[in-house]
């Protein structure tokens, strides 16, 4: 490489981040970087990967701390101004509840995962670039807590975030889904979380919560998104840098990289079912309904990536169909989970209101008035009477995702999706072909799920009762939990607001 | 007389996250760094066992065999959380682009004399390679370390090491004119040339060390505690008239140094201090990083210098003092 003429800024770049590495030669390779041959991926030539973005470190500071220095000043406006007051309404702030407590410590779980890969790949650029991404993904869980942390001031069901996150049910569906993906081998952890999550998924997780943010007048949280958006930028480029990467390499890596597509996109699939829920039941001012979420960002925008991965040989997703047809129903099953067992949930439920269901009935002509409108009108019909429905009984928990069964047949949105499999004389449950795949594939690995139900019924929750475990959760009964009316939040809420109404005369 | 806008007080029902006030021992305001940090990595009901080591858990106290009660115990007195760090670093970095632009625009480097340039390319630019290596093991500890109190600090400086990588390696670029040829040729120093190969040799056995808090020591005492002070410090008279343009570019450096030990030194005090097991364990380990560090230096502070290995050993001495300063037995 050396030579006479001024370097290019590639060639500089290259020359201050790959060109530090070198063979060692007192300790073997492969004792120096032990993790990154088990899954079978073979890498011919290093020097061919591309640089998904070009940031030597002073750059990354320089542009990172002006970033983080608006970003401050607008939390602690937020915060003198009372800007939680101003929000669409107290509803809204279940929507924050449920991404401090399900999606940031996800986004301290990348933080660490790409640190792994930033040491554990044995290309110098790959590792450059993903240890960049591990700094950001910490930016991200940091100002997260910190923007959130003014509504732990006045809202419940935020206090005890981490501690909830490791024991809550429904909590252990992004634990697991994160916690398989930190189990897996480098590049099977760069497909996951820098293809699947960061670059096919991220327009219907990130994206919809900062949407939601800016409709409904949380002006700190969309400012940290769009703080947030050169960051993701970057992570999208490495996402897609890598899986062109692994199968422009060698043919042998298309069968596994196709097999990682397909666990990645069904495991994404299910978690994002927290988001259709937030989208299309928690949002008080709606950015637009999951089903046109999912037919702009998956359909459209995932169908044109899959045929431009098309040169390679991967295919679309399997059970890509069979997701885009839960489309039409997934936010109204996962709602009727939570709304059932809202007594074990720490934020608050509650039922659409005339208004929000003729939207539901608009933007779902196919499936809401005829399977969900009616049990939405006959469990108001029921807290009207006193008799609001819970449910006792603990769900029977998918092996793989662990959501509740309750996802209905593809085809058949009156029926129970069951499946199960045998291993070594036991028998698991699923929710789906999807899940069951996904098992079948790595039984050792997901029959040691930590199943919450499984572990109450073990006694590894506190005691054999909803208080004991609600206990043992640190849920603050009866403020963290439960319908939105009746709440201490929205007590507050309406309080603000009668002042409100009454300095305006 | 003071100006006072009048705002509207509302009574905040807690002050901050519970696990937060659990640790402060009430409900009281916290600090931004003490919410970023206290207690936000996972500590139980893991899923799976990983594949890569079936033996742990991915967050698994016993990757090191240093015991703590509390892993939340050794915090960073900088109180370094994502923004502060990066704002303190662009801060650092500004000065440091001054004084690269004063340098360059003076030609200080280029005028200096031939000695001095063959010096500084046999002696200090190879260190590039030393801070590339440190920058692996910082995100190797990031990973595999246990408690955010820690391994947050570690991100930062594997960021630091980057950082100070490529600080050397413009060193490298000032004097070939941009074309990079010093820089191929610091990578043949570091690779071939004997008076490196002890610290090639120390940082490639490093990268093999699995228990995190030993690695710790090894990098925090041996590599930033003997060989960093060496190249930064003590060998500045083989440099002879471009002395001072080094001593410019190498500022950050210097700065880095100060800081980043207040935060090892005193991560490592509180370890060592928790228990007479945990003192012999990290004495231990100090003991040897700081003879290896020491032992690797000399020769290159022999020819650099001159002084059969005496830059070195001061530099050794030092680690020494630092290292009883901080409780062990060494």
Known sequence: ?505 | MTVQIKTIDLEPKRNTFAHVARRLGADKPASRYQEATLDVQATENFHYKPLWEPEYWHYDTRKTAVVMADWYKPLDPRQFYYSTYNIARANMNQAAEKNFAFVDERGLLTKASAQAQAAIRRGLLPVRHLHWGSNMNMAEMTQRGYGTAVTAPCIFSAGDHLGMAQYVSRIGLLLDGQTGATLDEAKQTWLNDAAWQEIRRLIEDTFVERDWFHLFVAQALGVNGVLLPFMYKKAEAAWTDAAMPIALLTEFMNDWHAEEARWSDSVIKTVAAESDANKALVSEWAKTWIARATAAAKPLSAALLNDDGAAAAAAGAEALKKAASLGLAV
């Open chain 1, 1 to 505: 490489m050396s030579g006479t003429k001024k370097l290019a800024l590639r060639q500089r770049y290259e020359y201050l981040t790959r060109g530090l590495d070198w063979e060692t030669t007192y300790q073997p390779m492969d004792k120096v970087f032990p993790y990154d041959s088990f899954e079978g991926i073979k890498i011919k030539d290093w020097s061919a990967w591309e640089d998904p973005f070009r940031l030597t470190m002073d750059s990354y500071w320089k542009f990172q701390a002006e970033k983080e220095r608006k970003l401050y000043a607008v939390l602690d406006s937020f915060a003198q101004n009372n800007g939680q007051t101003t929000i669409s309404d107290g509803r809204y702030a279940n929507v924050l509840k449920l991404f401090l407590t399900g999606i940031s410590p996800e986004e301290y779980q990348a933080h660490r995962g790409f640190a792994f890969t930033g040491r554990h790949l044995r290309g110098a650029g790959a590792r450059v670039a993903a240890q960049m991404q591990s700094l950001d993904e910490l930016r991200h869980l940091q100002t997260q807590v910190h923007t959130i942390s003014h509504y732990n001031k006045y809202f419940d069901g935020i206090a005890e975030w981490p501690l909830m996150h490791d024991r809550v049910w429904y909590l252990s569906v992004p634990k697991s889904f994160f916690d398989d993906a930190r189990s897996a081998g480098p590049f099977e952890f760069m497909i996951a979380i820098g293809f699947a999550f960061e670059y096919l998924l991220t327009n219907l997780l990130f994206v919809p919560f900062m949407s939601g943010a800016a409709y409904n007048g949380d002006m700190s949280t969309v400012t940290f998104g769009f703080s947030a958006q050169s960051d993701e930028s970057r992570h999208m480029t490495l996402g897609i840098e890598i899986i062109k990467f692994l199968l422009e390499q060698h043919p042998d890596n298309l069968p596994i990289v196709q097999k990682w597509v397909d666990k990645w996109f069904w495991r994404g699939h299910r978690l994002l079912g927290i988001v259709a829920m937030m989208m299309d039941y928690m949002l008080p001012k709606k950015v637009m309904s999951w089903k046109e979420a999912w037919d702009i960002y998956f359909v459209e925008a995932g169908g044109a990536l899959f045929q431009d991965l098309g040169r390679y040989g991967l295919k679309m997703p399997k059970y890509a169909d069979i997701a885009t047809a839960e489309a039409e129903h997934i936010s109204h099953q996962n709602w009727a989970v939570f709304y059932q067992y809202t007594h074990a949930a720490a934020f608050h439920t509650w039922m659409p209101d005339n208004e929000h269901l003729d939207w539901l009935s608009e933007k779902y002509p196919n499936t809401f008035d005829k399977y969900y409108r009616p049990r939405w009108e006959m469990w108001a019909k029921m807290e009207k009477e006193g008799k609001r429905f819970y449910n006792p009984a603990l769900p029977q928990l998918c092996q793989t995702c662990q959501i509740p069964m309750a996802y209905t047949e593809p085809g058949d949105p009156t029926t129970i999706c069951f499946r199960s499999t045998q291993y070594k004389g036991d028998t698991y449950h699923f929710c789906s072909d999807g899940c069951k795949d996904i098992f079948c594939d790595e039984p050792e690995k997901f029959v040691q799920a930590w199943l919450p139900v499984h572990q109450i019924f073990q006694g590894n929750c506190g005691g054999a009762t909803v208080p004991d475990v609600l206990k043992w959760y640190h849920m603050n009964v009866g403020a963290d939990n439960m319908d939105y009316v009746g709440s201490p939040d929205e007590k507050l809420w309406n309080e603000w607001h009668a002042e409100k109404l009454r300095q305006a005369g």
